[in-house]
């Protein structure tokens, strides 16, 4: 979706991308995002239109109604899919560094089980594209949350440029989130695709300075 298009146009393009992918455009559920750690559940009576500020705020929707496709935004941030197929839940989530410090990929899961009985050691988790280690340079106060994480090993996730600077990997963090709240690591498919580095492809904030649209990960349970 690009960057100032008009309701028509997004409703437009999420007509074409439901036809591409074979299900009803009417059935999808929208976030309003706000880089919070709110989880919503979901069903086809929450399917609200096209556009995201029709929805309740949060960023992370999970749901075992067949035939709602879970939205969630990215441009940058990491996109978390999630699926059960031991009893069919579905989950996805936006990651940016705010929500990753939340632990919002572990709330998605830890939803999953509350609602839905699954056991995480079943659910298979797709991280897609997002900005890589390669282009993610941050300082302390993006640092700092990352360093309040616990039971993850933060160091194989950066690097120290030294200056008070390092190099991030969100994926890589996101990985080790969903890995401590009972994933197994072979359950976990993590796209090695940087959104800054291939902006010619995907939508980048940072590449752009905010001037870019948004790219949309979905999930359905058929």
């Known amino acids: 979706f690009g960057r100032g298009d008009s309701i028509e146009n997004v409703q437009k393009n999420l007509h074409i991308l439901a036809s591409a992918l074979g299900f009803d455009p009417e059935k999808y559920v929208l976030t309003r995002q706000t880089h919070s750690d709110i989880v ?37 941030c ?33 939803a999953m089980v509350d609602n839905f009985g699954c056991d995480p050691k079943n659910i298979l988790a797709g991280i897609a594209p997002s900005i890589g280690r390669c282009c993610f340079e941050v300082d302390d106060p993006v640092m700092n949350p990352m360093r309040a994480i616990k039971g993850i090993a933060l160091e194989t996730a950066c690097t120290d440029k030294g200056n008070g600077k390092y190099m991030l990997d969100l994926k890589a963090v996101n990985k080790m989130i969903l890995e401590k709240a009972g994933l197994k690591d072979e359950n976990i498919t993590v796209s090695d695709i940087c959104t800054c580095c291939q902006n010619d492809m995907f939508h980048s904030h940072r590449a752009t300075n905010g001037q870019r649209g948004s790219l949309a990960g979905i999930i359905q349970l058929i």
Request: glycine share 10%.
């Open 78 to 110: 990491t996109p978390i899919l999630l699926h059960d197929p031991v009893t069919g839940a579905v989950g996805a989530a936006h990651a940016g560094w705010r929500g990753t410090h939340q632990a919002i990929g572990a709330k998605t899961v830890q």
């Open 40 to 76: 919503r559940v979901v069903t086809d009576a929450d399917c609200a239109g096209f556009c995201h500020r029709d929805y309740p705020e949060c960023d992370a929707l999970v749901t075992n109604t067949a035939g709602v496709a879970l939205l969630v935004f990215t441009a940058d």
